[in-house]
């Protein structure tokens, strides 16, 4: 067990210290290094070769969960066993899980997605709020999506609440960040995918779209702010606005909510007979 090595027990120990850094954006930035918190995501990131650095547990969480650790080390982690208040003193929630992991950034350039000819893409331009961030992203890796870009104006993908809210989907597909949208959107033109905004107040129907057939191919879908949504100019750039149905009382959906409905509306639309899930035979 690994009980064998020293226990760190100062807030002030530098290992500590610089991790604790990792929760301000600058740091991240500077270092390229951000937390991986609890052992889902701990485990997703030791499941990938030089992406996991360094690992925080607690005696008890090490005991628990002996097989994340052991992989931790397989894959060349430094691993500290760590009291119940250095974990605390790292963590960025109010009940920590005896887990804390130090990651290498993950982002793919936006080339490189395009390359790959993707199929089916989530946008996010001018997304704040980190836990919808990740919240999108964890339904576009649930929905089978290729890639997700979020544009210049939009929150970190590191920042802890976004790493939190994409529960391990972070390191299950590619994305892409600080992208102009209007490079984003005429890059996936230019790559065969259609652009379709969704927007409340949109001029076409989600479910018409699903009838009428037209959202088998290669799509992105383009979301925009929790709170005014997306503006103009970035609804022009798209080949059609798509409203969600609302057929309650309901004032709206969020913008995760949204987002799952649109990106699962293509998902099957893609896979139903006919429908086209690559753009390379085109």
Request: glycine share 8%.
């Amino acid at each position: 067990m690994p009980s064998a090595s020293p226990e760190l027990i100062s807030p002030r120990s530098p290992r500590v210290a610089a991790a604790r850094r990792l929760a301000k954006r600058n740091f991240r930035g500077k270092e390229r290094l951000f937390l991986a918190e609890g052992p889902q995501a701990v485990r997703e990131a030791a499941g990938f070769e030089d992406t996991l650095v360094e690992l925080f547990a607690t005696v008890e969480a090490a005991e628990r969960y002996a097989d994340i650790i052991a992989e931790a080390r397989a894959v060349g982690a430094r691993v500290h066993l760590a009291s119940e208040q250095v974990i605390a003193d790292i963590s960025t929630t109010v009940t920590p899980q005896g887990l804390v992991g130090v990651c290498r950034f993950l982002d793919t350039s936006f080339e490189e997605i395009l390359a790959a000819r993707p199929r089916l893409v989530a946008v996010l331009a001018h997304v704040r709020d980190p836990g919808n961030a990740g919240t999108v992203l964890r339904c576009a890796d649930a929905a089978g999506a290729e890639a997700v870009v979020l544009t210049d104006a939009s929150v970190d993908l590191y920042n802890p609440k976004a790493v939190r809210a994409s529960v391990g989907s972070l390191f299950h597909l590619p994305v892409a960040v600080g992208v102009p949208v209007e490079r984003a959107v005429a890059g996936l033109k230019d790559a065969g995918v259609r652009i379709l905004a969704a927007d409340g107040a949109g001029e076409d129907d989600l479910d018409d779209e699903l009838d009428k057939g037209t959202m088998g191919g290669p799509t992105a879908w383009v979301f925009g702010n929790e709170a005014w949504g997306l503006p103009e100019e970035t609804r022009a750039l798209a080949d059609a606005v798509v409203r969600v149905p609302i057929h309650g009382k309901a004032e709206s959906l969020n913008l995760a909510t949204a987002a799952a409905v649109c990106l699962y509306a293509s998902a099957r639309a893609q896979r139903a007979s006919g429908g086209c899930r690559s753009v390379t035979e085109s």
